[in-house]
């Protein structure tokens, strides 16, 4: 076969990340974007093809393009040697047109721009209070615990409409969701959760109150297990997302003084700043789909059935797109970045993240003008499942009290 990429012998490139640059893509993805943006991956006997794409070009082009599939069963996973079962009712990340279309055509008509300015309001407020907290408790402080966690989790308290008196159980659920060490007792608060938001969904169709799940729950054709599973969508793709971004992003900032002192005397850095940390951490950091029919892709031929790996992080540390890629430049126009995705799917709650970034990183850096790690960096735990959102798993931070 001639083509610029292809190669006759699969790779298996290492997913570990180098120590020494914790926001950086693993440097084995890094060095395959420069010299095959379509890579193939080594896969068991028998299996279907499955390729790495790294290159900014060809990953946009896929993620729109209607011939590459959302749906999880037509993805084969070779670390778990088969494929993925079908997404949960209501995700829907897991899902084509035109299912997707009747889900994606009702959610967008609920993520209204006077709800999301309602929620403006509430994320000022609520990160005032988060940070009150944060000083009343004193240092030393995970970061997580005490704010990057509890910001988005009260916000999408807030979405879903969950009453306050309910919220300390929402906590306790979402607490053991991400940190209790058992895993038994991780899937028991995954299925608590799951029983809670459905049981949530249809108080809201009995008693509606003014949120977007009462907005779902009483303006759509949603059936009562779809209204569910959509509550437990959002709560998935709201919380540890944007909890990620804030705790990496101050970490990165820490790590960058010169950065953070720009942002941090100028409040017109904000949007910006949000843009290029999205850019930079590329926190979802691998995306997948299915190949329903064959395919030619920059030069390389694929088949129906094959899967591909979307490297959204190495797309978004192109120089192919962006000048300096590995630099941090709050100062740059990252325009055009696909950390929240890109076509159908592209991430339905991004101005609601953006917001919440936008209001929470120049007020934590203001409040507390001496925040510093409180470990060595190399000692800040990691988030080293590839198949996870990237992050930190907590962020020990201190601070010289007033
Ligand atoms: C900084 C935080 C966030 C990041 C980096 C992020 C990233 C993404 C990405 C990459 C996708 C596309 C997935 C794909 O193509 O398969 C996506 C989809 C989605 N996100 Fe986000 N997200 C964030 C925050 C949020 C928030 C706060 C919400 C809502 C509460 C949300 C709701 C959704 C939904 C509903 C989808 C599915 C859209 C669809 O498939 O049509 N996300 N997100």
């Given at each position: 076969?001639s ?7 699969p ?59 959302s749906r999880?069963e ?77 910001v ?11 009453p ?89 900032l ?10 941090r005397?100028?409040?017109?850095l ?16 691998t ?49 055009g ?58 962020l ?7």
């Amino acid at each position: 076969m001639s083509n610029a990429y292809y190669r006759e012998e699969p790779v298996a490139p290492s997913f570990d990340r180098a120590p020494a640059c914790p926001f950086d893509p693993a440097p084995e993805v890094t060095a395959l974007r420069a010299e095959q943006p379509i890579a193939r991956l080594a896969a068991p006997e028998g299996a279907p093809g499955v390729w790495l794409v790294t290159g900014y070009g060809l990953v946009r082009q896929i993620l729109a393009d209607p011939r590459f599939s959302s749906r999880y069963e037509t993805q084969y996973f070779p670390m778990a040697g088969g494929h993925l079962p079908p997404a949960p009712v209501g995700d829907l990340t897991g899902m084509d047109a035109p299912q997707h279309t009747r889900f994606r055509k009702i959610l967008a008509g609920k993520f209204t721009v006077r709800r999301m300015n309602l929620l403006t309001e509430r994320v000022t407020e609520i990160t005032r209070e988060r940070l009150d907290a944060m000083e009343r408790q004193g240092p030393p402080a995970d970061l997580i615990e005490v704010f990057a966690r509890p910001v988005p989790a009260l916000m999408i308290c807030e979405l879903l409409g969950v009453p306050y008196e309910e919220r300390d159980q929402f906590r306790t659920y979402t607490w053991a969701l991400s940190d209790d060490p058992e895993p038994e007792a991780q899937y028991a608060a995954f299925i608590e959760l799951g029983k809670y938001l459905q049981d949530l969904a249809l108080a809201k169709r009995a008693k509606p109150t003014d949120d977007l799940l009462s907005d779902l729950a009483t303006g759509s054709d949603l059936t009562d297990e779809e209204l569910g599973g959509v509550a437990a969508f959002l709560f998935g793709a709201g919380l540890d997302t944007t909890t990620n971004m804030l705790a990496l992003g101050t970490f990165a900032l820490l790590r960058n003084p010169a950065q953070l002192a720009a942002l941090r005397n100028d409040p017109g850095l904000a949007d910006s700043s949000v843009e290029e940390l999205l850019r930079y951490l590329s926190i979802a950091a691998t995306g997948m789909r299915g190949v329903l029919e064959d395919v030619e892709l920059g030069g390389t031929q694929l088949k129906a059935g094959d899967t591909v790996f979307i490297a959204l992080n190495a797309a978004n540390r192109d120089p192919a797109k962006f000048a300096d890629p590995d630099m941090l430049d709050l100062r740059r126009s990252a325009a055009g970045h696909l950390a929240f995705g890109h076509g159908i799917h592209q991430c339905l709650g991004q101005q609601l993240a953006r917001v919440e970034m936008r209001v929470a990183f120049p007020a934590l850096l203001t409040r507390f003008p001496t925040l510093r790690l409180a470990v060595p960096d190399e000692e800040v735990p990691l988030r080293t499942d590839p198949s996870q959102i990237y992050g930190v798993r907590s962020l020990p931070v201190t601070w010289d009290r007033a």
